[in-house]
């Protein structure tokens, strides 16, 4: 089964939590801002992601959500 892993930078204000609390480190922080001038979290290593949901628990404003895809590619 694949998994469609998504972060909405909109509603992501950049507190890195879910950064820290990566096993993989896939996730980095933005150096561009987003409309709310806020540096949003973004996967910088995709192929990496395990799709633990360690990021979706720990997000303070659930910005991240991993979801099962009907798309076997992705």
């Known amino acids: 089964m694949a998994y469609e892993h998504c972060i909405e930078t909109e509603r992501c204000k950049g507190c890195g939590l879910c ?3 990566c096993p993989k480190n896939v996730l980095e922080l933005a150096t561009e801002v ?3 001038g806020y540096f949003p979290a973004f996967r910088a290593r ?3 992601c395990i799709y633990c949901a360690i990021c979706c628990n720990m997000c303070p404003d659930v ?3 991993i ?3 009907e798309d076997e590619s992705a």
Do not use: C, G, Q
């Open 46 to 48: 995709p192929d990496d």
């Open 19 to 21: 950064v820290a609390v």
């Open 67 to 69: 979801a099962a895809s």
């Open 63 to 65: 910005a991240i959500t």
């Open 34 to 36: 987003n409309t709310k």
